[in-house]
């Protein structure tokens, strides 16, 4: 601190007179500017952390045939996720009728919260034990397919993952579109001609 | 009688300690900090309700944008060189050294491999003006695609990284694509992954409230 010490020449009477300044230099100033540096650094380190969906895709097998088989078809609700940030969606696979809603609170949730419950009624929900805490959670039955559509866009399936969280679907999984589903999608009138055995070799990736 | 006169204290309070303190701080954040990467492409993620935050561990990311080219950056220098040098090998791509080294301390690429020389070679002000047509991807034939060979030896980098003790987790797959990407894009790298048997990958979300969480609060 050396420009506190500045001694006065030249005073009266040629006198050495060194002032006594305070030898104190007020940090107020630096220890705001650290603080606002420190809230920036550790607002950006902790907050720059984008969040993550964890998704599982099914194995490309087709073992598990006997399993699929086993679901019934009232269990099922298959999403087709369409054009425009439209939701096409229709119940179980023998002669199913075809539906559209959006991705609003009152729409996709909607359809998925009113299965679940139809669900429900026939299929009770199974009590599974959370190893780690020890609860038991009940597991809905109801299985949901989410298909995209070519023309739907990244957000839609981020959106419909998120409306499985929602709405605590565990069952769920993301499959490629048939050609008989985008038939169907063009032309409901006529009806949706896919099977079980269909259904399973496109889960696997073989169409 | 005496007038009592208050005893003027100094208003000043030392400042040396805090100053001493925040600077402390300040430095631990700033090391701690990491620096974001460079991004080729801007992308715009969707938001989601998901809580769950990137981890600390190694990500390998698959971004892509919304024309649907796919980029690839993977985080390690150690984990970068070791899979250039592999790559290198089993392609007889010519790299020196110096290309080498470039690579493992590049952010993402996407360009094609027999492009990769010329882009090494670039400066990074130069790359980003160098057209960026996306790792090619061939759904068909899992060998023929230079994004499963890409994911596939950068894992096994990492596992034999692993195994040396230069990193500690193995790889967190991570997708990041813009909101509008269109699905057959997205399709593609989820089928690539899928028969590389990564079936479990992370989407990057930005975050959304949680409407059953908002009905609790009301």
Known sequence: ?207 | MPKHKPKRSNPFIDMTAMCDVSFLLLTFFILTAKMRPTETVIVDTPSSISQTKLPDAGTLTLLVSKEGQVFVDMAGQHTRRYLIEQINDRYQMGLNDEEKLRFSIAGSFGVPRANLKPWLDASPADRAKMEAPGIPIDTADINNSELATWVHMARLAQFEMKKEGKVSDEYVIVVKADKDTPYPAIQKVINTLTDINVNKFNLITNMEADPSKLEAIK
């Open chain 1, 1 to 207: 601190m050396a420009e506190m010490q500045v001694a006065e020449k030249g005073g009266k009477g040629g006198k050495v007179r060194s002032k006594k300044l305070s030898t104190r230099v007020d940090l107020t100033p630096m220890v705001d500017l650290a603080f606002l540096l420190i809230t920036f650094f550790m607002l950006t380190t902790t907050l720059s952390k984008p969040q993550i969906m964890p998704v599982v895709m099914p194995e490309k097998k087709l073992e598990d045939l006997e399993e699929f088989q086993a679901t019934k078809e009232s269990q099922v609700i298959t999403l087709m996720l369409g054009a425009n940030d439209k939701v096409y969606y229709y119940e179980g696979i023998t002669d199913p009728k075809l539906d559209s809603t959006d991705y609003s609170a009152e729409g996709l949730r909607k359809v998925i919260l009113d299965k679940k419950d139809r669900v429900r009624q026939i299929f009770p929900d199974k009590e599974k034990k959370d190893e780690k805490t020890g609860d038991t959670k009940k597991i809905s039955q109801m299985n949901v397919i989410i298909k995209p559509t070519k023309d739907a866009r990244y957000k839609n399936i981020v959106d419909a993952f998120d409306e499985m969280k929602i709405c605590n679907v565990a069952l769920y999984v993301l499959l490629d579109i048939s050609k008989q589903e985008e038939e169907f999608i063009a032309n409901p009138a006529a009806g949706l001609k896919f099977s079980i055995e269909e259904q399973a070799k496109a889960a696997v990736g073989q169409q």
